[in-house]
């Protein structure tokens, strides 16, 4: 099956709002919908402040607004959170979820992604939910264990319509902010060992679901990434602050496949 490709800027806390203007200015201006005949979706997820700015600068262009987290809870006296519902009334349409910062900074559960990501699709959006083992876990040989573990509770009660609307994103904790970088037959494995779960679970719903890779992407390793089958876009962090740099990444098709 043929899936659209994915790729999504995580600014993290980064980018005041004139800042984050200016470097969502220049990715809608240079954003097409296809690349070499193949379709790419773009989406960017700047800090809270500045989503609804962007979002109003994002209007009638293809770049989608996402957010870098969120509660489950619809309103209340949850001081400090923001809800799906106020997200989505500012235009996102992706969330991200279970990121490995949120979770080794915060303490963010398996059982909290599972209950952010049904309130995001309950909300109308999709959640990027995030799995990915640390250099401990892959070097005692536990990766696929936690991996697995990740899925079992984070993707709890979910039905297939619910899979449909998801997105799954592979973030090898040791690769992230480190400059390493998964290679491409071990980005593959774990992606294969991911839709072969969700296929067990939840049937032919496996095969459209997009999985992405987030672990140091950078103009000159996407390519190779995104030759893998079961490679379907990226999550990128810093390359994502520098519109030159992402935007190469968007174009993976005119970069050099590398391992």
């Given amino acids: 099956m043929s899936r659209s490709a994915l790729i999504v800027g995580n600014w993290k806390m980064y980018k005041t709002v004139a800042e984050g203007l200016d470097l969502a200015t220049a990715i809608k201006n240079a ?11 773009v989406a960017i ?6 989503l609804y700015p962007i979002g109003k600068r994002l209007e009638g262009s293809t770049v989608a607004l996402a957010a870098q987290d969120c509660f489950w809870e619809s309103q209340g006296a949850f001081t400090g959170e923001v809800s799906t519902a ?8 992706f969330v ?7 979770r080794q900074l915060f303490g963010e559960t398996d059982a909290a992604v599972n209950l952010k990501s049904k309130a995001i699709l309950k909300a109308g ?3 990027i939910i995030c799995v990915g083992e640390t250099e401990k876990e892959r070097d005692a040989g536990e990766m696929r264990g936690r991996i697995m573990a990740q899925l079992a509770e984070g993707l709890f009660g979910f ?8 997105v799954i994103a592979y973030e090898p904790v040791w690769a992230i902010g480190t400059g390493r970088v998964a290679t491409t037959e071990q980005a593959q494995e774990v992606h294969a060992l991911i839709r072969q779960y969700l296929h067990a679970q939840l049937g ?6 997009r999985i992405l890779y987030g672990g140091s992407v950078k103009p000159n390793n996407i390519a190779g990434l995104m030759a893998q089958p079961d490679v379907d876009g990226a999550l990128v962090g810093g390359a994502s602050l520098r519109a030159e740099e992402f935007l190469q990444i968007v174009r993976f098709h005119e970069a050099p496949a590398t391992s």
């Fill in 31 to 41: 954003t097409a919908p296809t690349v070499r005949g193949r379709e790419i979706s």
């Fill in 45 to 50: 997820a700047p800090p809270f402040t500045s």
């Fill in 86 to 93: 106020m997200l989505a009334d500012v235009g996102c349409r």
């Fill in 96 to 102: 991200i979820v279970g990121h490995s910062e949120r």
């Fill in 125 to 127: 959006m999709s959640p």
């Fill in 159 to 166: 039905t297939s319509e619910m899979m449909a609307r998801s």
């Fill in 204 to 209: 032919e719903v496996a095969q459209s679901v």
